[in-house]
């Protein structure tokens, strides 16, 4: 399909313009401010989460040496 005067751009230059645009975006690199970024996803820097994950979980050691019971006992006498 050719018009008179005009010629066609083939897929040539379409792909290429793609891959200068896909290299630009791969190796692209910008300063990214850490503090700005922080304050935009809205993390507070003095407040820091616990340590441990198991902090917030009662203390059931109390159970424990409450309900362990010492049953090889039973097993030793004949």
Known sequence: MTT???TPVGRGRAKAKQIK???KLKYYSPDTD???LQEELGADSR?????DPYDDEP???DYADKYNVDDDD????K
């Open 4 to 6: 008179e005067g005009v």
């Open 21 to 23: 645009v896909a290299r």
């Open 34 to 36: 850490l503090n700005r």
């Open 47 to 51: 407040q820091s989460g616990p340590s």
């Open 59 to 61: 203390d059931y050691s």
């Open 74 to 77: 039973e097993y030793d006498e």
